[in-house]
């Protein structure tokens, strides 16, 4: 078996037409992903020197030792990651795929794609080491500014400034205008690897340069006691505070809380790590650096943050020594829980999820979008799933939610064309000249698509699911649509339940576990036009509406009533239980379900909403035999829909 599929993250080129041009940056191949025993194996074999660590297998570095023969022993390690076999040798830079380290090892003679490979990399490095070397002559050291440009400096930054501040930032080099700063990111031998650099004023739009992204910048606070803890906040200020406060250890400044695997190695010799920012982030960092070692500073009174907690005047170096261990038991006691159960209380806005800004009927009834629910989605054939989901996890990522997209149904151009025409909100067939700037913009989202399409072995998609999650620190995960893993063939109806459960089961565990929300589009089993269709008739067996947490389904009346309209029906709702019905009109230009602003007041009204969709129903059933109901009866009709409805909700509640 050799697999070969890869996770592209979409960038569309500014082509004029040629929207379905995809340029991989990410191409990853699962098929060289080697699992920890047989990279062990193949070293030992080889005779090399194998040490076990925290995310990482150390062995010496071939490339390092054909160079120069003397190498002193500390510098002259490479890192394997246990999860994906990337290996990484600090000293001479040289990093890949596993195949390529495998190839390394079992050849004794360079062979010439690897040597192209090497030399390619070099090439790199020294261009770097170029331009780093240019920002040096054309910047000063933070230090050497007087005390009142440090000052101005840091309020142009809006930095928390102390009298030390620059001597903790000595590595950061200022421009000569005063406007743009450089932070060194450094790899686990201190070398300089890349740089981040920040514009007063434009903090947005900082970018990091370098090599592969394998460095952090870290610092410390001034005369604090030696110690092999680090600190990992997500802001620079947050360092700043943590410096003014001296607390011990080394503060590194892991940006906007995310981890790509390449840093793992930089962060390995630290025996004790304390985690300082937004919990479910952090969870996930966590999980990847090793949890035995980590420790988590809880929000206090809700504050999630150093920073939040320095300018509420609580002492960081109590906080961070109080920090509580995040390893897993699978037996707890209350007591193990109160902080959490306490954090959540007090963070309560955050817990009831990312809000949808485009669907602010959703967000009310829902909460929000949370991470660890399953959420399944079905409507009847052509109803518009896919495009309503699009703009949904459209409107999560553009707040920031790490979303993966399985789309087996539609070809991946496809689906980020509509994407892309949803998030510009015009045509773009006919706006060809801001074609770049829309793709741009949306080219900064963080969206991965899944290089599948058609039939695919549950298997083989849950196995690219969590490389995915690993290497992107995933917080949503798409699929459309489950009938694409259930395999094809004519067998009896039951076995097909059999594996549509088996489906939802896996991914309800994966949202569990990896603290995912996971959002499965389904089509459904029967799809009468003349009936709504319900949650105990959609699916085939209940399995999909007792597993999920939310069930929403696209009812669309245009068909078959006068005054039918499409609307959302959330039919399941495990946080609140709220349930309710958000009408859905499409904007054709847009490929948009985004409430109008028109309908605002009607929004702000559910129960009215619920009552006018009640009457399209009893109209429905009425239109046929007497256009002209008498009113009382209409209403008659209409309480007794209702209490089908009703009743039809209930009892999937009830089937929990
Ligand atoms: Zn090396």
Redesign the pocket.
């Known amino acids: 078996m050799y697999h070969t599929f890869r996770i592209n993250k979409l960038r569309l080129k500014p082509f004029l037409n040629v929207i379905s041009d995809i340029k991989k940056i990410h191409n990853v191949d699962l098929s060289d992903i080697s699992k920890v025993t047989n990279i062990r194996k193949l070293l030992r074999q080889k005779g090399f020197p194998v040490q076990d660590g925290f995310t990482s297998v150390t062995t010496k570095?071939t490339?390092?030792m054909e160079e120069k023969t003397e190498q002193k022993k500390t510098d002259?390690k490479?890192f394997v990651n246990k999860t994906t076999g990337y290996f990484l040798?600090p000293?001479?830079n040289?990093h890949g795929e596993w195949n390529v380290l495998e190839r390394l090892m079992k050849k004794s003679k360079l062979e010439g794609t690897i040597k192209d490979y090497i030399d390619d990399l070099q090439q790199k490095i020294d261009n770097f080491q170029n331009d780093w070397k240019k920002v040096l002559e054309e910047t000063t050291s933070i230090i050497d500014l007087s005390e009142n440009e440090t000052l101005e400096l840091f309020r142009l930054f809006e930095y928390p400034y102390h009298h030390e501040a620059s001597k903790v930032l000595s590595d950061v080099r200022v421009s000569e205008d005063h406007t743009v700063l450089y932070f060194p990111l450094k790899n686990s031998l201190d070398k300089v690897v890349g740089y981040h650099k920040v514009q007063a004023g434009r903090e947005d739009e900082s970018e990091s340069c370098g090599l592969y992204a394998a460095g952090l910048f870290h610092c410390k606070a001034t005369r604090t006691s030696r110690n092999d803890q680090a600190i990992l906040v997500p802001t620079i200020q947050d360092v700043l505070h943590l410096a003014a406060s001296k607390v011990p250890g080394t503060l590194i400044w892991l940006n906007n809380c995310s981890l790509p695997p390449v840093l793992l190695p930089c962060l390995e010799n630290y025996q004790r790590l304390c985690l300082w920012g937004d919990w479910d982030n952090m969870r996930a960092v966590a999980e990847k650096l090793g949890e035995e070692r980590c420790r988590f500073v809880r929000p206090t009174d809700g504050l999630v943050t150093a920073t939040e907690a320095a300018v509420a005047n609580l002492s960081l170096k109590t906080l961070v020594s109080e920090a509580k261990p995040a390893a897993h038991r699978s037996i707890t006691t209350f007591a193990a829980l109160r902080d959490d159960v306490y954090a959540e209380l007090t963070n309560i806005d955050k817990v009831r999820g990312v809000k949808w800004r485009r669907f602010p009927g959703l967000t009310r009834l829902l909460g929000g979008h949370r991470r660890g629910e399953l959420t399944v989605l079905t409507g009847p054939t052509g109803c518009g799933k896919t495009t309503l989901c699009a703009e949904m996890s459209l409107d999560l990522a553009q707040q920031g939610v790490t979303t993966l997209w399985g789309s087996f149904e539609i070809r991946n151009s496809r689906l980020a064309r509509t994407m892309l025409q949803q998030f510009a909100g015009v045509p773009l067939e006919q706006n060809l000249q801001e074609f770049p700037k829309f793709a741009d913009d949306f080219q900064k989202l963080p969206i991965y698509y899944l290089a599948f399409h058609g039939q695919q072995p549950i298997k083989v998609v849950m196995e690219a699911v969590e490389h995915a999650r690993y290497m992107h620190d995933l917080s949503h995960v798409v699929v459309d649509n489950v009938q694409f893993m259930l395999g094809v063939g004519d067998e009896r109806e039951g076995d097909r339940y059999l594996r549509q459960d088996a489906v939802i089961a896996a991914f309800r565990t994966f949202a569990t576990a990896r603290h995912c929300h996971v959002t499965l589009v389904m089509h459904p089993r029967k799809e009468r036009e003349s009936e709504d269709l319900s949650t105990s008739s959609i699916f085939g067996s209940a399995k999909a509406s007792q597993e999920a947490d939310n069930v929403l389904i696209i009812q669309d009346k245009r068909l078959t009533a006068v005054r039918g309209k499409k609307y959302l029906q959330i039919a399941k709702n495990r946080y609140s239980g709220d349930l309710g019905i958000v009408p859905l009109d499409f904007d054709k230009d847009a490929l948009s379900y985004q409430s109008k602003k028109k309908t605002k007041s009607k929004q702000d009204e559910p129960d009215k909403l619920l009552d006018e969709c009640f009457e399209e129903y009893s109209l429905e059933v009425h239109d046929s035999n007497n256009a002209r109901t008498p009113k009382n009866q209409k209403n008659k009709n209409k309480s007794n829909n209702a209490d089908t409805f009703l009743s039809d909700i209930l009892n999937l509640n009830r089937t929990r």
């Open positions: 570095c490339i390092c002259n490479l040798c000293k001479c040289i």
